[in-house]
């Protein structure tokens, strides 16, 4: 009876010290600490603290992410023969790794108890109690007093802004961590791929193996034990990957800090029945050391707590009820499907990490977990790829037969263009024609007056009965006229009767058909002989002018334009031949060889 009310007594005053009103998770924390209040209250204080300030300082940055982690418990399943009850106690309570998880219950005093060779100081833990309790007021006093002054700057910055002056710019937005060791000791602030390829080689080094399966430096021996083909890639880009490849995963952090983290190294990472599983499952490796800043971010947002510490991580459907924890910064918030946490390992390599114990969470839980979701969004990606190439493929289809199309549209343009200088140069040619002929026609309308006239005005003109000169003629005809001139009649007047006597056939067809004499020449007319006079022995040629008129037709024309048949010489007795067609040949036929050109 007394020891029941010294278990009541202990209860209440659990339940006074957390502020809890579970019964049944102080008796369970009481019996966990062998009945010592003060140790119970100080493992719930410890693990309460910690969680919440790890939740504080990331609730304003980073995106919540589904945690898948029910499987976890499964482990205490796996290999009952190897585990140790501190690790079924762990492995038995999966939202310890979750920061500030909605869900996590105050019976679940998480890391409350060190092992046995780590004891505790009463003293200090005792201090430490009552610290906590004295400072938890301020604490709660300091929310509203952050909210008071947020809201306040905010205000102030809408009054500077409207007011037009420039403020300075201030925020209480924690940044992601650069300089702080989440899980203790000094960062190594680098660039997340420098230090993971760094990380890499030392490990390479340091275990005299190699850390990819597919490539060989030169010189390498191949019988060099292999290490996990680590990506050489910062935390965010490595989850990112894993996220467009649709792959799993395994995130591996150490600590240097710890002793069995060699082990774990060697017997763990370089086990060849995991390196085969991985291989075979296509699992992406990311791994670093918690003393650089990226793997000390990793390590915070996946609330790592014992090292060796092993994680996979893969796109798994959101679950909005579901506990919720960080494991990158990136934000995407209208996905349907998130980064989550499959499962996670942490502990001894002995046990809770060594090779068995991930190949076997590997079979049993990661990849039934994992692989029909991942293969769903596999088939679709694939579909979308499909789709997209044949989209692609139409797009390209199009753009061919519109180019065809627009060729075919140049081309005919460029016949018809072609057609349509073709015949306007035809349809030149014709009127060049044309105009030729009427041309023509015009200049024989005009010789056939120009005769007519110049047999009128001249029929008065008689040869000499005594004297002159005698000159005979070798028409084009064949005929031969021998006439007689005065000596002082010019040489046109020799080309005049040459002219008229061999077009006396055509005058006179002139004359029987037309009844009415014809119109004079036009007075801009100016006739041409279309032949030459020369002599025979010796040959030489009578010069006359250019052109003359019918006014100067006549015997008694001006001598100052021509020379005379005396001044000429020799004429008298000669004979004198006609070079050059006389008469003209016909237009009409000069038009017809011009068509059959």
């Not at 579909?383 to 037969?401: M, N, P, V």
Request: with cysteine; charged share 25%.
């Amino acid at each position: 009876m007394h020891s029941e009310t010294q278990e009541d007594e202990a209860i209440s005053s659990y339940l006074s010290f957390t502020n809890t009103s579970d019964i049944q998770a102080a008796r369970n924390a009481l019996r966990l600490a062998n009945g010592n209040l003060e140790t119970a209250v100080e493992a719930y204080l410890d693990s309460t603290s910690t969680l919440s300030s790890s939740n504080n300082n990331n609730n304003n940055q980073y995106e919540q992410l589904s945690l898948d982690d029910s499987y976890q418990s499964d482990r205490t399943h796996l290999l009952p023969s190897e585990q140790s009850p501190e690790s079924n106690y762990n492995a038995t309570s999966p939202n310890h790794l979750l920061p500030g998880g909605s869900s996590r219950s105050s019976n679940r005093p998480t890391r409350a108890f060190e092992p046995a060779n780590r004891p505790r100081r009463s003293s200090s833990k005792l201090f430490s109690f009552f610290f906590r309790l004295w400072i938890g007021p301020f604490r709660l006093i300091a929310i509203p007093v952050s909210f008071v002054a947020d809201l306040g700057l905010t205000v102030f910055s809408l009054i500077g802004r409207l007011l037009g002056l420039r403020l300075p710019t201030m925020s209480f937005h924690w940044p992601r961590p650069s300089t702080f060791n989440w899980g203790g000791g000094a960062t190594i602030a680098t660039d997340p791929r420098t230090a993971a390829e760094r990380w890499v080689r030392e490990l390479e080094e340091e275990l005299h193996a190699r850390s990819s399966y597919t490539t060989t430096a030169p010189g390498d021996d191949p019988s060099i034990p292999r290490l996990p083909e680590f990506l050489l890639l910062g935390y965010d880009d490595a989850v990112q990957k894993a996220k467009d490849e649709l792959k799993v995963l395994m995130v591996v952090l150490v600590s240097e800090e710890h002793d069995d983290v060699h082990q774990f190294k060697r017997d763990t990472l370089m086990d060849e029945e995991l390196l085969n599983l991985l291989r075979t499952k296509d699992i992406l490796v990311w791994g670093g050391d918690v003393k650089g800043r990226d793997a000390s971010f990793a390590a915070h947002v996946l609330d790592a707590t014992t090292y060796p510490f092993v994680a996979f991580i893969s796109l798994q459907a959101k679950r909005p009820s579901s506990t919720v924890t960080t494991i990158t910064s990136s934000v995407n918030r209208s996905s349907s499907n998130v980064m989550s946490v499959c499962t996670r390992l942490e502990g001894s390599p002995l046990n809770p990490t060594s090779s068995r114990s991930i190949c076997a969470t590997i079979n049993s839980v990661v990849i039934p977990r994992t692989n029909g979701y991942l293969s769903r969004l596999r088939t679709e990606k694939a579909r979308r790829e499909s789709d997209r190439r044949l989209r692609e493929e139409q797009d390209r289809a199009y753009a061919e037969a519109g180019r065809l199309d627009r060729e075919r549209v140049m081309k005919k343009k460029a016949e018809l263009e072609a057609e349509r200088k073709r015949l306007e140069e035809i349809k030149s040619k014709e009127l060049e024609r044309e105009r030729a002929r009427q041309s023509k026609l015009e200049e024989a309308e005009q010789k056939r007056r120009w005769r007519y006239w110049a047999r009128q005005e001249n029929k008065s003109f008689e040869p000499p009965t005594t004297g002159g000169v005698t000159i005979g003629f070798r028409l084009g005809d064949g005929r031969r006229v021998v006439r007689k001139f005065k000596a002082d009649d010019t040489l046109e007047s020799l080309y005049l009767f040459v002219e008229l006597e061999s077009t006396s056939s055509l005058t006179t067809q002139d004359h029987h058909q037309n009844y009415t004499p014809p119109p004079r020449p036009s007075p801009d007319y100016r006739h041409s002989y279309s032949f030459k006079l020369s002599t025979a022995m010796p040959r030489r040629i009578l010069p006359l002018p250019e052109s003359s008129s019918p006014s100067k037709l006549s015997t008694t024309t001006d001598h100052q334009q021509t020379s005379t048949i005396a001044q000429f010489g020799g004429l008298d007795g000669a004979n004198v031949n006609v070079e050059g067609n006389v008469v003209e040949q016909n237009s009409d036929d000069d038009d017809d060889d011009d068509e059959e050109d």
